[in-house]
């Protein structure tokens, strides 16, 4: 483990750059902390924090001048592996020939800055899904084995942040190139930094710092450890997917479809969902026409249209099938849960619906059912 002062730490990112890496870490736009181009460590929401309740996410300044702490923000990494917007092909019309020209993608290094532990998870999460089977996605695969994790240990949590009770964080442990716990203490401040990659290695060896002594180590620990007692969302994830298949039928699923907008908020923000759409676009002339894949959301009705009609015309429907793929049939489909407990979801609906919550409600119900069917 070694030491990098907090006032030297354009050091990292000029090696990064003579490394050719493009860096993209938190940086604050529009009121808010989100993953963006960093050219210096000006660039860094140094200074500033974010409060966070369901439905609610403010900045405000800190105490202190940290550069990371905050927890996640509306935005996750998926942004960059995976885009919002992708073209896929473009088609001309040559007389009575089409001619097809895929569209290729610059093979970026990015190096990520800031990734929380929570975010590794749900990076590793969306490997399964792009390239974990038969079907790969060269793009995703490609910029995901270019890229550089630098992953920070989160020195707080926020209300809505549950990492704890899926085994996500707030302790980096692995999937990591390099991993930064920043300490303040005592006027000093500074960052541990270790490896956990040959790639981390390459970039640490370049930077000639100094070991961390037992007193670094220990203040490290203890960041953790306070990050840790603040986490006070919890989600009881044992025999939940099988609760959550035992009650499609609920009345649960009604009762959220109330509150629900169907917006789609939650699965825009969350790191794991990766549906999608495509759309052709041809020019006036009809010489031209465009394949785009965009993201796209399970809320929407259009969805799950299949040839005369939707499968999910209901409100309550969309949201049972958002939770129960999240927390049940995901680990059927991909052999892990798909929530890292981020609390993306529950900061970002517009209404304050909570899955912790709502997962909840329906061990409390098949709980009450169990003691029904005993008494009689
Ligand atoms: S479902 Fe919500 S809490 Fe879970 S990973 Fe997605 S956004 Fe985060
Ligand atoms: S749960 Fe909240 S964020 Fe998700 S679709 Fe419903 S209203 Fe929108």
Redesign the pocket.
């Known amino acids: 483990m070694k030491i990098l002062q907090a006032n030297n730490f354009d050091l990292l990112l000029n090696i990064l750059k003579e490394n050719e890496y493009e860096i993209i870490g938190p940086t604050i736009q529009n009121g808010a902390i989100v993953y963006d181009k960093i050219e210096s460590s000006r660039d860094f929401p140094i200074g500033y924090t974010d409060k966070q309740t369901p439905a609610t996410y403010r900045i405000e300044k800190s105490n202190n001048d940290a550069f990371f702490h905050f927890v996640v923000g509306p935005q996750s990494w998926k942004r960059y592996l995976y885009p919002p917007v992708q073209k896929l092909f473009t088609a001309f019309l040559n007389g009575n020939a089409i001619k097809f020209e895929k569209e290729e993608f610059l093979p970026i290094k990015y190096a990520f800055i800031g990734v929380r532990s ?1 975010e590794i998870q ?1 990076i590793e999460i969306q490997d399964k899904v792009f390239f974990g089977g038969e079907f790969q996605n060269n793009r995703y695969k490609t910029l995901r084995k270019n890229s550089l994790i630098i992953a920070v240990n989160c020195s707080k949590a926020e209300s809505n942040c ?1 990492c704890t009770s ?1 085994e996500s964080g707030p302790e980096v442990k692995s999937g990591y190139d390099l991993v930064l716990t920043e300490i303040i203490y005592d006027k000093e401040h500074y960052f541990l930094i270790n490896s956990g990659s040959q790639k981390g290695d390459e970039i640490l060896s370049q930077m000639n710092l100094l070991e961390a002594d037992e007193n670094a180590l220990k203040l490290g620990k203890d960041v953790i450890e306070k990050t840790k007692s603040q986490i006070t969302k919890h989600l009881n994830i044992s025999n939940l997917k099988e609760l959550l298949l035992k009650n499609i039928e609920s009345s649960i699923w009604e009762d959220v479809a109330k509150r629900c907008l169907s917006c789609g908020n ?1 699965t825009m ?5 990766f549906c999608m759409t495509v759309e052709d676009y041809t020019d006036l002339q009809k010489t031209k026409a465009e394949r785009i894949q965009k993201w796209d959301s399970c809320f929407t009705l259009e969805y799950s249209y299949i040839h005369g009609g939707s499968v999910r015309v209901s409100v309550g429907s969309r949201y049972r099938q958002w939770l129960t793929h ?1 927390l049940a049939s995901w680990h059927e489909q991909f052999g892990t849960s ?9 900061t970002w609906c517009p209404v304050g619906i909570d ?1 912790t919550e709502e997962a909840s409600k329906i061990r409390k119900i098949s709980e009450y059912q169990n003691i029904s069917l005993e008494e009689n």
């Open positions: 929570c749900a549950f899926m939650c923000v969350c790191p794991t969902c999240k798909g929530c890292v407990g981020c609390g993306r979801c529950i899955i």
